[in-house]
């Protein structure tokens, strides 16, 4: 089992489905989930490309979904070591590293972390910038793949507040049951500008010349 990534802690087997955690004797198994259901995305594991300046291969994935929808994290792995998350839902993408809550001076994100809800179209000042919450739901993990920050369970339920401001800067609350809450900020990109190699071959979909 080969880690890319030297500060990852779990991997799931390409073969198996197996979750392998790392331990300090070398690694344990972890549980499986499940194979991923069919989709239409372009990324695959391998996938590589650029954001802010740095290079980054993708490495890992999970999938959640909810009651009408699904989408894609994507974890991808930077030049410099750290991660960021591609997230990606009907075709849209953004690219979010993680913040430390303590850094986050928000009245609505202190809201969250002390377990409040929200609703859609609240807004609140991060950074000096106005953001709206754009989406806010549980979701559920119905897969996973490669290497990720923790062993994913299918079943696996995470709360998850979505937040954009106008100039296309975007920002996620997530929460899942006795865990800390994990605050991430980035912003929503093309994919072209990702500048990527190694695109998954759709049948039906013409490879973007920038991909080639």
Known sequence: M????????????DYCHSTVKRIAEGVELAGEVAVLPFDVSPIQIGTRGEYAGMHFDVIGRIRLAYDQGAWNDWLCLFSDMTHGWLSESDGQFQMVRERPLSEIRSKLVGRLVAGDT?????????????????????ATCVAAEGELPFAPE???????????????????????????????????VTLAELNPKNLRAIHGWKMPDYAA
């Open 118 to 138: 929200v609703q859609i179209g609240e807004r609140t000042q991060i950074d000096g910038a106005e953001f709206v919450v754009a989406d806010a739901r549980k």
């Open 2 to 13: 080969i880690f890319q990534s030297p500060a990852l802690p779990a991997r799931i087997c």
């Open 154 to 188: 299918t079943g696996w339920e995470v709360f998850n507040v979505d937040l954009r401001d106008a100039e296309g800067f975007s920002a996620n609350f997530e929460a899942e049951e006795d865990e800390d809450p994990a605050f991430y900020m980035g912003r929503y």
